[in-house]
């Protein structure tokens, strides 16, 4: 589902989450993130709160829009996202964040993302192309 050209962008870029729940859209930039070898997209937990309670209130609806600014290559990707508050994930998670702001915040669990559908963003014939 997640190709090469896919996965580059998600590597190099800025991540926006989007959530809705009771009628209430919520996005927000997440720094934090990486992409497993099993396709899947984990976001470190800082100050995800309104995400949180949004995917508990939409059982675990999200979408993510990434884009490279500089050629406007884009994807939305469209998935379930599980919260994990132990193991691996969150461990990296934490020493990534504690060292970025030298102690003062940590992350606090992680979001792992299931996609299930991939939609090209990039302007272009292949806009609203599911992949």
């Known amino acids: ?11 190099n870029n800025m991540w ?3 959530t809705c729940a ?3 859209p919520n996005v927000v930039p997440v720094a934090f993130k990486d992409i497993t070898r099993e396709g ?4 470190g937990d800082v100050f995800l709160e309104t995400t949180l309670n949004n995917l ?4 675990g609806k999200i979408a993510i829009s990434v884009y490279d600014g500089q050629n406007l290559e884009g994807y939305q990707i469209k998935g379930t996202a599980e919260y994990v508050t132990e193991g691996e994930i969150v461990n990296t998670f934490k020493a990534m964040v504690e060292k970025m702001f030298n102690g003062a915040v940590t992350a606090k669990g992680a979001l792992v993302v ?3 559908k991939v939609i090209v963003t990039t302007p272009g014939a ?3 192309k599911e992949i």
């Open 1 to 11: 589902m997640l190709n090469e050209s896919v996965i580059k962008v998600l590597k």
């Open 16 to 18: 926006d989450l989007a």
């Open 22 to 24: 009771n009628n209430e």
């Open 40 to 43: 899947k997209l984990v976001i």
């Open 56 to 59: 508990k209130g939409n059982d």
């Open 114 to 116: 299931t996609p299930t």
């Open 126 to 128: 292949d806009n609203k």
